[in-house]
């Protein structure tokens, strides 16, 4: 298994989607199911912080008076 801190959030949706989709079979050993739910809960907060982080990028883009980037400025209230 990949370590959660280091996947992309492509892949760490694709992992969360499988786990999902385990869980929701219910053809997962006891054990197992407790495993794939924290497996399924550090990816989800991996996922979480990897939208924060690019809406925080996206947000913070300043323009100038033509419409073109220019910098970048704090994010208030995120």
């Given at each position: ?8 959030f492509e ?26 739910y924290e ?24 323009l100038d ?14």
């Amino acid at each position: 298994m990949s370590d959660v801190k280091e996947m992309s959030f492509e892949a760490a949706m694709a992992e969360l989607e499988q786990v999902v989709n385990k869980l929701e079979r219910g053809d997962v050993a006891l054990e197992d199911s407790i495993k794939l739910y924290e497996r399924g809960a550090e990816l989800k907060a991996r996922c979480e912080a990897k939208l924060k982080e690019a809406e925080e990028k996206v947000a913070a883009i300043t323009l100038d008076a033509n419409g073109d980037p220019n910098g970048l400025k704090p994010v208030e209230g995120l």
